[in-house]
């Protein structure tokens, strides 16, 4: 949708190495969130922002960091990938308890 | 904590048949929204509904929130090819927690 970017869009990465992708918006929304989505699981929120500089963990965090320096960006960090973090990769933004605008996605595979 | 459960997992309908996928939430939700997603695609909004008991349609699309406020269900009319994608509901708990994602259905329609 137009006003959310994600980069990048398919990613190949080997299996402990750091991995950032980043998810850049124009909307101005103050909510950003991180999801995964793997068959069987749906969607899966990994971590989100309310602000900047305000972070908060989902249900399935561990293994991953995020950032929000500006109101515009908001950057999900694999410390070290893992094979079970292969997946595809959404960011979304909000107003409160409005609907949710996704981004395209971003396929990772953890060779 | 909060679950949202969703089914049929997957519903294989001839074109010109209805569709219904159902929605049921472990505790009551605030709100509940629908989003589609296209094979290959990200989520995209459809609807939120807030009020007990309310109705809304989009052309052939009928969407439902139960009197209690912890079941929900969208309804095709007459599908068509290009509804072929896997429908989320996603409801807000009451205290305005973040957006649970059902699993989704997947639907797919037989010209």
């Known amino acids: 949708d137009a006003g959310i970017t994600q980069s990048p869009r398919h990613k190949v990465t080997e299996t402990g190495t750091p991995v950032t992708l980043r998810c850049h918006q124009t909307?101005?929304?103050?909510?950003m969130y991180w999801y995964r989505q793997d068959p069987g699981h749906g969607l899966r929120l990994i971590h989100y922002s309310y602000g900047v500089k305000d972070t908060d963990k989902g249900e399935v965090s561990d293994g991953y960091s995020v950032s929000r320096s500006k109101t515009e960006d908001f950057l999900l960090t694999l410390e070290s990938a893992t094979s079970s973090q292969t997946s595809v990769y959404f960011c979304?933004?909000?107003?409160?308890?409005?609907?949710?605008?996704f981004g395209s996605g971003t396929r990772l595979t953890v060779v | 904590g909060q679950q949202v459960m969703q089914i049929p997992q997957y519903q294989h309908v001839q074109e010109g048949e209805d569709f219904t996928t159902y929605c049921n939430s472990s505790?009551?939700?605030?709100?509940i929204q629908w989003y589609k997603q296209r094979p290959g695609g990200h989520p995209v909004f459809l609807i939120q509904l807030v009020k007990s008991g309310e109705v809304k349609k989009q052309k052939r699309l009928t969407f439902q929130f139960g009197e209690a406020k912890k079941n929900s269900s969208l309804h095709i009319t007459a599908t068509q090819t290009t509804d072929v994608g896997t429908y989320f509901c996603?409801?807000?708990?009451?205290?305005?927690?973040?957006?649970?994602f059902g699993k989704g259905t997947k639907l797919s329609v037989k010209p």
């Open positions: 505790t009551t939700l605030s709100n």
């Open positions: 979304a933004i909000s107003e409160l308890e409005g609907g949710y605008t």
């Open positions: 996603a409801g807000h708990g009451g205290s305005q927690g973040n957006l649970i």
């Open positions: 909307e101005n929304h103050r909510y």
